[in-house]
């Protein structure tokens, strides 16, 4: 646990990171995030009229919740106090109220407490906070990449305004950067750096919408830079040696992972491949397992195109099986043909939607018998009892249809669920549904 009263900096800046030393100190200084600190924002509106509230915000690293925590309490004049989940227990946060409590006694002054990673929290050590928040004795700011609604109680949500933060936009990393270059108290403004601005977008590009690693990477680049003299040129080849293991942000199980799924299927189900394809490559230089995609990819083939174009169900069991063969890279071009084929197919959710009807209607029926005409009848005594007594071999029926015949237990009257669409081979399918269903009402009549 760490607390502060005073500026948000230490005394001494020399061995700090670049991105510590370059935290903004002030709304000034703040990249990114406008929907949040807009004049007309509600987050905004609130400090200025300091009316301070407990929040959590939710967003990707290096996208400023610590910062702007810090600043919250520095703009409110609030003691700062700070707990990471992933460190802390009960016990510490007991003492970090009762030094709040103290504080609140003898000087009036309010107190931030931000708990980063607050999703590390367990339920009992959540609540732990609950009593302090409703009494006023701390404010409550917690900081989480996880999706709030799946990791916090709904006893603290409750308590709680969420804030969405979002990863920050080149032009906005690219302030970030030049800021740190120009600034000569805490940044690099010191000395003769030579960064051309094609360079710097493609740090930035590296970072990923994180501020952070902009600047972490920023000092390793200064670090790795060619020096003539005291001046350091920064080039494509000091580039690529401090971003080779710059990794694109990917939350694999998280909303990220699954925001970008939902992404793939649904520009599959728009018939736009070029989107599509742009979904399974974030995802394969993400580090997703292509194997995962092939599987969701099959499952669109039945959920999405069905009988309009059955051959994307083969199309898909091909793609799986070319990449349990071949593995990476080389397999992934199959799932991309088969990506590209389903987008570009005629789309049917007719089964899909038939499949769930069906099943709500059996589940809300009874377990009703087989009609005898339907049961097998392999033995003697199976024949005596009548089972398949009257079954009509539609083989043997002109057209190779018994119409008039039904399917359906006899207790309960048929069902139409099968509705097929107006699109690529459905149309066949629902033309032939219709002349059998025309004879079979000619048969009963």
């Known amino acids: 646990m760490s607390s502060s009263q005073g500026g948000l900096f230490a005394s001494d800046d020399s061995m700090r990171p670049l991105a510590d030393r370059m935290r903004p100190a002030n709304l000034d200084e703040f ?41 919250i309490a520095a703009h409110s004049d609030a003691q700062f106090m700070s707990l990471s989940a992933v460190l802390s227990g009960v016990k510490d946060i007991r003492e970090s109220v009762a030094n ?24 009992s050590q959540q609540d732990a906070f609950l009593p302090h928040i409703e009494d006023g004795t701390i404010y409550f700011v917690g900081a989480t990449t996880e999706n709030p609604s799946f990791e916090l109680n709904n006893a603290l949500l409750s308590r709680v305004r969420v804030y969405v933060l979002k990863s920050l936009a080149l032009e906005d990393l690219l302030n970030i950067i030049d800021r740190a270059l120009a600034d000569k108290e805490r940044g690099l403004g010191n000395l003769k750096i030579t960064f051309a601005q094609e360079h710097k977008r493609s740090l930035v590009i590296s970072a990923d919408g994180d501020a952070r690693r902009s600047l972490v990477l920023l000092e390793l680049a200064v670090d790795c830079a060619h020096r003539n003299g005291d001046e350091l040129l920064i080039d494509e080849a000091v ?65 999405d195109i069905g009988n309009a174009d ?103 009257s048929p069902e139409q669920f099968y509705e097929p669409v107006e699109r690529g081979l459905e149309i066949r399918i629902a033309q032939r549904l219709r002349e059998l269903r025309a004879l079979n009402q000619s048969k009963s009549k």
């Not at 807009?38 to 290096?62: K, N, T």
């Not at 709040?100 to 339920?123: C, I, M, W, Y």
């Not at 071949?326 to 992934?332: A, D, M, N, Q, Y």
């Not at 009874?366 to 392999?378: F, S």
């Open 31 to 71: 990249f990114g995030q406008s929907h949040l600190l807009s004049s007309e924002s509600s987050l905004r509106q609130a400090l200025e009229h300091d009316r301070l509230h407990s929040m959590v915000f939710w967003g990707p690293p290096g996208t400023g919740k610590t910062t702007l925590a810090r600043m």
């Open 100 to 123: 709040a409590k103290a504080l609140l006694d003898t000087t009036g002054q309010r107190s931030v407490l931000f708990v980063d990673e607050v999703h590390r929290f367990n339920k």
């Open 239 to 303: 580039l690529k040696e401090v971003t080779r293991d710059s990794f694109k942000q990917f939350d694999k199980g998280g909303d990220q992972f699954y925001d970008q799924i939902s992404a793939l299927h649904k520009s599959i189900r728009g018939s736009d491949p070029d989107a599509a394809l742009y979904w399974f490559c974030r995802m394969i230089d993400g580090g997703c397992d292509p194997t995962y995609i092939a599987r969701r990819v099959l499952r669109f083939a039945s959920e």
């Open 310 to 412: 059955p051959r994307a169900a083969q199309l898909g069991l091909y793609a799986w099986d070319t990449y349990s063969r071949l593995g990476s890279p080389e397999g992934e071009l199959a799932i991309a043909h088969a990506i590209v084929f389903m987008a570009c197919a005629p789309k049917s959710n007719a089964v899909y939607n038939a499949y769930k009807s069906a099943m709500r209607y059996v589940q809300s029926t009874g377990t009703e018998p087989v009609p005898d005409h339907l049961k097998n009848a392999p033995t003697k005594l199976m024949k005596e009892l009548g089972h398949g007594q009257g079954y009509r071999y539609a083989h043997d029926e002109e057209g190779g249809f018994a119409a008039g015949v039904n399917y359906f237990p006899d207790t309960i």
